[in-house]
């Protein structure tokens, strides 16, 4: 363990190329939909040898990887490390690998009442990355408290094709912020937990550029909405933000 945390503290965390296992997790609760579980359609929960061996042999020093909430917390309260117990010391130990931890990648447990919309969301998403994050420091130093929180509140609260299902404009702010708030104490929990921790940030970003002088106030409206997020998760959003307005209406 001592050696393992000298090498994260020599560890260059400005820039480092880095490989990912894809991790989506969503239990649907619609009738005749089944969870979308990528390590299940992939079968990584068997092969995850073979496959982090395959990453190593690439080369690949650093790799995101997420754990599924569903499963690692299948009753509010009640964890069950045996898999990541075993997936993390070969990953980290074995083979040299440094895990970029994705905490959330778009689906709650389903006894989460009300998913992403639920009064309790933020706090149950962080007790959990609070439990990981005491349970593998020193073997983990990067986590993303969330995937991607714009694409999540498209999905779940705009389009409604994720639970909780939500829609319009309305659904789309309800999510994003209680996706904002719950990052926020995902890494306040995580940083409790584990002062070494480095919180990484994805998103699929956008920037947009007028094509004529007249489309330059859309423009500067569309890249509002694709940073609120993270501007939520700043506490930057006041006033005189942009879109203080719509978050007001909606």
């Given amino acids: 363990m001592d050696q393992l945390k000298t090498q994260h503290s020599a560890f260059n965390t400005s820039f480092a190329w880095a490989g990912g296992i894809e991790d989506t997790f969503i239990p649907q609760e619609r009738p005749g939909l089944r969870a979308l579980d990528e390590y299940e359609l992939t079968q990584h929960y068997a092969q995850w040898r073979e496959d982090l061996d395959r990453a190593a042999s690439l080369g690949i020093g650093m790799l995101r990887w997420g754990v599924p909430w569903y499963r690692v917390e299948p009753q509010p309260g009640e964890f069950d490390w045996a898999w990541t117990d075993e997936v993390l010391p070969y990953m980290v130990r074995e083979l040299g690998i440094q895990p970029i931890i994705d905490l959330m990648h778009y689906g709650t447990p389903s006894w989460l009442c009300g998913s992403f919309a639920g009064p309790s969301y933020a706090e149950y998403v962080a007790t959990y990355a609070a439990a990981f994050a005491r349970r593998y420091a020193g073997l983990v130093r990067f986590y993303t408290p969330l995937n991607e929180p ?42 409790a937990a584990d002062p070494a921790a480095v919180l990484v940030a994805v998103e699929a970003m956008r920037w947009h550029t007028p094509a004529t002088p007249a489309a330059q106030a859309a423009v500067a409206t569309r890249d509002a909405h694709d940073l609120l997020a993270w501007d939520l998760v700043r506490g930057s959003v006041g006033a005189a933000h942009p879109l203080h307005g719509y978050l007001t209406e909606h």
């Fill in 150 to 191: 714009t694409v999540n509140a498209e999905f779940c609260g705009r389009r409604g094709e994720w639970p909780p299902y939500l829609r319009g404009e309305t659904g789309y702010v309800r999510v994003l912020l209680q996706i904002a708030r719950g990052m926020q104490l995902t890494a306040h929990a995580i940083r």
